[in-house]
């Protein structure tokens, strides 16, 4: 399975970006998608998380600035970012859980996109 992320970029405090990620490959069932971050010098950090059914869960630092969603259909999920602060920058990280056809869970990462604001 490969995750490929897309949407990064420096943008100023206040503003906005979209992320995207789309899952392909050998997938038998897609269950959780998220997204975390690492900035510089931190460990990684869980961002928000939407199951198969649409269930969403989010750290306390982005809850009211940025939405996530998914598209089943296309085995993507998206991060919607809204008032950007400085210290939102970070790399992005593309998540997802899935099941073979044994429903062994297996988990996968994408390669990350930079997000930078700027103050």
């Known amino acids: 399975v490969q995750l490929v992320e897309s949407g990064g970029g420096l943008v100023q405090a206040g503003e906005s970006l979209r992320l995207s990620c789309a899952a392909s490959?050998?997938?038998?069932?897609?269950?959780?998608m998220g997204w975390y971050r690492q900035g510089s010098g931190k460990t990684r950090e869980l961002v928000a998380r939407?199951?198969?059914?649409?269930?969403?869960n989010y750290a306390d630092f982005v809850k009211g600035r940025f939405t996530i969603s998914r598209d089943n259909a296309k085995n993507s999920v998206y991060l919607q970012m809204n008032s950007l602060k400085p210290e939102d920058t970070a790399v992005y990280y593309c998540?997802?859980?899935?099941?073979?056809?044994?429903?062994?869970?297996?988990?996968?990462w994408g390669q990350g996109t930079q997000v930078t604001v700027s103050s």
């Open positions: 939407i199951t198969s059914g649409g269930t969403t």
């Open positions: 998540n997802c859980d899935t099941r073979d056809y044994h429903l062994t869970e297996y988990t996968y």
């Open positions: 490959g050998s997938i038998f069932r897609l269950d959780a």
